[in-house]
């Protein structure tokens, strides 16, 4: 069974920065590009950034281009997203995705929490 | 959102509903590559459309999804309590981008 664990989540003040990581296991991890999507509080999904198999193309939404990074370590089965510069709007459960190789997502994690509040 | 959805539909159990997902022939239009997503309170979203009418193994068949133009839709047959959720449509933009639609809140009376 595929599985994707979020974890890194905390409450964070404007301007400051923070790193999300997610654990993938039940598929060839490094067979599949990857995903992040948000969900801000009571609002819709807000595909975030995406990430190849390999690492070496990455892609990012316009609200989050320049502040954010994404990337992924194959031996361990996991990607990170680095969040910069943070800002209120940025309030968000963040959700890991895997694509399943055809422009769909076939799996989602549970999603870890970040707040950012003064 | 790029895409646009009713915010709300309601439907009495057995009734027949349909969710449209509005685009443009930049996205919707351009390819048969739309996805559509179930999200009950408290949970992760889950599959049930992918490719614009396909259903993932598991998915009732009271589910379809359709398109016409730029603007796709799905339809859920039968209304069954349990298909009380929030549904998000999600279309293919080309490179490696995605976009989805605002959501709908789907109320079964």
Known sequence: EMQLVESGGVVVQPGESLRLSCAASGFTFNDYAMHWVRQGPGTGLEWVSYISWDGSSTDYGDSVKGRFTISRDNDKKSIYLQLNNLRVVDTALYYCVKDSGYNYFDSWGQGTLVTVSS | ?109
């Open chain 2, 1 to 109: 959102f790029v895409l646009t959805q009713p915010a709300s539909v309601s439907g009495s159990l057995g009734q027949s509903i349909t969710i449209s997902c509005a685009g443009t022939s930049g996205d919707v239009g351009s390819y048969n590559l739309v996805s559509w997503y179930q999200q009950h309170p408290g949970k992760a979203p889950k599959l049930i459309i992918y490719e614009g009418t396909k259903r993932p193994s598991g998915i009732s068949n009271r589910f379809s999804g359709s398109k016409s133009g730029n603007t796709a839709a799905l339809t859920i047959s039968g209304l069954q309590a349990e298909d009380e959720a929030d549904y998000y449509c999600c279309s293919y933009v080309g490179s490696r981008r995605r976009v989805f639609g605002g959501g709908t809140r789907l109320t079964v009376l």
